[in-house]
């Protein structure tokens, strides 16, 4: 315990010397440039590119954050179409065609590759060789209508007045579950995509990722706290799962923990 209390506190130091930092500001802005570029289909201007792109760790520690402002659109969405006086279950399908068109189809796309190359029965290479494939084999396919149809299903059976809240926390957490994977999984190849992502992601990076949270938290402290550990619980068995599996943690694995936790998460706003 006294270990974790002495890592909070260099970590609360060094967040405070990078708030005093005067390139803070510019720093913050490129990384979520970045990671909202690399998680969102909302295009941003041009000139908001930075010059110098950050480690992708630092950019990626913010996931939680550009996921929480998905959602929220997302939610925005759903309450409008309800407002029309669309039924629970078919806003709930808008709000999903929404979602996937905005950037839920990039973790989904890891959702389906992962559940292609489970279904294989493969480890390894061979397990590597699937998931790159780009054709959708029966259990991907299988995998992105259970997908949409708990998605849709659970949002429909939660309180009207709390779908706006289930959408933003459950985006969230959903990223913040893919950071967890990100931490304990380890790159399992020399060269890829991922691999300046998931290798030199830190436990300050995850300590970053808590802190985007804290932005939604005033949404619904306990239904969002719960969502938030049940991710990081789903994150960290993918992870170590996958380790041993295929080797490590690439981009489909954190795509699959993200889709995996959201759906949990709004397991959690059906049945509280």
């Known amino acids: 315990m006294d270990d974790y209390r002495e890592k909070l ?4 130091r060094k967040l405070d010397e990078e708030l005093h930092d005067k390139g803070f500001k510019r720093d913050l802005a490129a990384r979520f440039v970045v990671i909202w570029t690399l998680l969102s289909r909302i295009p941003l201007p041009k000139e908001w590119w930075p010059e110098t792109v ?3 760790n630092r950019a990626l520690a913010l996931a939680p954050l550009a996921g929480g402002l998905l959602g929220l659109l997302t939610g925005l969405v ?43 029965g493969r480890t390894g290479d061979g397990l590597r060789e699937v998931m ?26 939660v309180s009207p007045d709390m779908r706006l809240a289930a959408c933003v926390t459950s985006a969230a957490a959903a990223r913040f579950a893919e950071n967890v994977a990100a931490f304990f999984g380890k790159y399992p190849w020399e060269y890829g995509m991922g691999k300046g992502w998931v290798d030199t992601f ?6 970053i990722s808590a802190l985007c949270l804290v932005i939604f938290l005033p949404v619904s402290i306990f239904h969002f706290s719960v ?8 994150g960290f068995v993918i992870a170590l799962h996958m380790n041993k599996r ?8 954190m795509g699959a923990a993200a889709v995996a936790a959201e759906l949990a998460s709004l397991m959690v706003w059906a049945a509280i």
Not at 88 to 116: M, N, P
Not at 202 to 207: I, K, W
């Open 9 to 12: 506190r260099e970590y609360s």
């Open 54 to 56: 950050p480690e992708g």
């Open 78 to 120: 759903v309450s409008a179409v309800s407002v029309l006086g669309l039924n629970a279950l078919a806003g709930a399908w808008v709000g999903a065609a929404f979602y996937f068109l905005i950037g839920w189809a990039l973790h989904l796309d890891g959702w389906g590759d992962l559940w292609d190359g489970i279904g294989s």
């Open 132 to 157: 790159k494939d780009s054709r959708l084999g029966s259990f991907g396919g299988a995998s992105l209508i259970i997908a949409f149809g708990l998605w849709t299903s659970l949002l429909a059976t």
């Open 202 to 207: 830190t436990s300050y990076d995850l300590f």
């Open 227 to 234: 969502c938030v550990a049940v991710s990081a619980v789903i």
């Open 246 to 253: 295929l080797g490590g943690v690439n981009g489909d694995v």
